[in-house]
């Protein structure tokens, strides 16, 4: 069976590695217009003859580490600058002890009970995302994250009927599905969709309608019930004569009135469908698992950058270390810092560069992580894992998704981005703890308020070295974001906020890949 081309230049970077199959690209004209290769990582082999080149590495987050461990493979010598004293970059997991400043002058000592966590930055990991490529190569154990649970609750406040209530997400999605359903097969029946519909369409529509929505049949005019026990149950089912007892429906109108139907969409997106997953004991044990391959004398941390500029022979570096300024230089750098924070490290960068940088948007987000001494959700709510969504200033409640039975737990008391985030992040620990607490009683009760432990609050924003939790462009396509996808001399960059998987680590280490290719292909060129 003849190959196609795309599998040609797969299979020669398989064999040869990335400075080979990019040469075969050039040869046949392909480097400018082809599609994005599969990732070949760099070989030992390639750089047979060529000598060992210095990259130094700005930033040690996931972008930074995988840089670093590729190149690292290959034979490169590569060094780390990291301002923080751990690797991981906005991959932080918070556990007892972990003690931090933020910009607003709040210290903050975390004191959960050994085996608990809470996981600041990033908590799940999509199935189909190149992060759990690395979790296998690394070691990393992986176990289940639940990022749907039918248990769990929508809550939102407001001023129809079913405003100010706890509703079960199966309740919900049950009458949503079912008046949407019973709607369109009458629509459909009455002739609504003659125009759109043959005979076959719609008897195959008003079928495939019957059992999303569990409705009646023509006969009983295609209502919804909510009888077949998939909104819950008043009395289950159970032994002997107990058939159980469903509870009404709520009406038509009220449950169109609430809104709670808006966030079903979440499940369907591409990155957020179940399953989900999360390192065992936290999502730090990646780049602590980076560090472990890499090797630890490679990375200076404590180390703030204060210069990068282009040089004759390749870059010059300076950093703070111990409060002294220091100087590296090596054959390359790739910058993998927050676009915002790179744009104010001075540089010989072009202005064009430094406005790409600045081109950036950061935006914020917050999390509050608090340990009870009693997993109440599971006790009294009979919900294991899940997130519970609001249109509260908190928005999103996580249960955690491992212990199950335990006697204590650790829940994401609110998750929430943007205003919501500012406004946390804005007032102090103990009054973000408060709010929070506050808020989630309307949901959960006067027990929400119980047996507290310890707590934990992140506001992105606020955090030195991040200053915000992602960034967004204004324009992806207008030529400004794109100039730091090549190289400026010497320097790369690389990042999360260099892909369209903004937010995730597998969009940083897509990056990495990218980066770590095309230096690569520079030094193989040469």
């Known amino acids: 069976m003849p190959q196609t081309r795309r599998q040609f230049l797969q299979q020669v970077g398989i064999t040869g590695g990335a400075g080979v199959?990019?040469?075969?690209?050039?040869?046949?004209?392909?480097?400018?217009?082809?599609?994005?290769?599969?990732?070949?990582?760099?070989?030992?082999?390639?750089?047979?003859?060529?000598?060992?080149?210095?990259i130094v590495i700005l930033g040690a987050g996931i972008a930074g580490l995988t840089s670093a461990y590729e190149l690292g493979k290959a034979g490169y010598k590569v060094t780390l600058l990291e301002a923080r004293q751990r690797p991981g970059g906005r991959n932080w997991t918070v556990r007892g002890g972990t003690e931090e400043k933020d910009l607003h002058g709040n210290t903050q000592r975390a004191k959960f009970s050994k085996g608990q966590y809470m996981n600041a930055g990033p908590g799940r990991i999509p199935q189909h995302h190149v992060t759990l490529d690395y979790c296998r190569e690394l070691g990393v154990a992986i176990e289940p994250f639940v990022n749907q649970n039918a248990d769990a609750y929508l809550y939102r406040e407001g001023s129809t009927s079913l405003s100010n209530k706890a509703i079960r997400h199966r309740t919900a999605k049950a009458d949503v599905y079912g008046y949407v359903s019973e709607l369109l097969a009458k629509a459909t029946d009455q002739g609504a969709l003659d125009s759109l519909l043959t005979p076959t369409d719609k008897e195959a529509l008003i079928g495939f309608l019957s059992s999303f929505?569990?409705?009646?049949?023509?006969?009983?005019?295609?209502?919804?019930?909510?009888?077949?026990?998939?909104?819950?149950?008043?009395?289950?089912?159970?032994?002997?004569?107990?058939?159980?007892?469903?509870?009404?429906?709520y009406g038509l109108s009220d449950v169109l009135a609430s809104g709670v139907g808006n966030y079903f969409s979440f499940e369907f997106g591409w990155d957020q469908a179940m399953m989900m997953f999360q390192p065992v004991g936290g999502m730090d044990r990646i780049p602590y698992a980076f560090e472990r391959a890499i090797g630890r004398e490679k990375f200076v941390y404590g180390a703030k950058v204060l210069g990068l500029r282009n040089t004759s022979t390749g870059v010059s570096v300076i950093y703070s270390s111990g409060g002294k300024p220091r100087e590296i230089t090596a054959d390359y750098a790739i910058c993998a810092l927050p676009p915002h924070i790179a744009a104010t490290v001075p540089s010989n960068l072009p202005g064009e560069i430094i406005s790409a940088l600045q081109y950036a948007r950061p935006t914020n987000a917050g999390k509050i992580g608090i340990e009870y001494g009693r997993r109440w959700w599971?006790?009294?709510?009979?919900?294991?894992?899940?997130?519970?969504?609001?249109?509260?200033?908190?928005?999103?409640?996580?249960?955690?998704?491992?212990?199950?039975?335990?006697?204590?737990?650790?829940?994401?008391?609110?998750?929430?981005?943007?205003?919501?985030?500012?406004?946390?992040?804005?007032?102090?620990?103990?009054?973000?703890?408060?709010?929070?607490?506050?808020?989630?009683?309307?949901?959960?009760?006067?027990?929400?308020g119980k047996d507290v432990k310890a707590s934990f609050s992140v506001d992105w924003a606020g955090t030195e070295y991040s200053r915000g939790s992602w960034v967004g462009w204004p324009s992806q396509t207008d030529g400004v974001y794109a100039r730091l996808l090549e190289p400026t001399g010497n320097i790369y960059f690389a990042g999360d906020h260099l892909t369209h998987t903004i937010a995730w680590q597998h969009g940083a280490m897509v990056s990495a890949r990218a980066t770590v290719t095309a230096l690569h292909s520079k030094v193989m060129s040469r």
């Open 213 to 249: 929505g569990a409705i009646g049949n023509k006969a009983a005019g295609f209502g919804y019930t909510g009888a077949d026990g998939r909104r819950g149950y008043e009395v289950e089912p159970g032994a002997g004569l107990e058939g159980g007892r469903t509870a009404a429906p």
């Open 378 to 448: 599971e006790l009294d709510h009979r919900i294991y894992g899940g997130i519970t969504n609001s249109n509260l200033d908190l928005v999103n409640m996580w249960y955690p998704s491992t212990g199950f039975h335990g006697e204590r737990g650790t829940m994401i008391g609110y998750y929430n981005t943007g205003a919501n985030a500012t406004a946390y992040g804005a007032l102090s620990p103990a009054a973000r703890l408060e709010r929070a607490i506050a808020q989630g009683i309307k949901i959960h009760g006067d027990g929400y």
């Open 21 to 54: 199959l990019y040469s075969t690209m050039g040869a046949l004209g392909l480097t400018t217009t082809a599609e994005t290769p599969a990732f070949a990582a760099p070989a030992r082999t390639d750089l047979n003859g060529r000598g060992k080149k210095h």
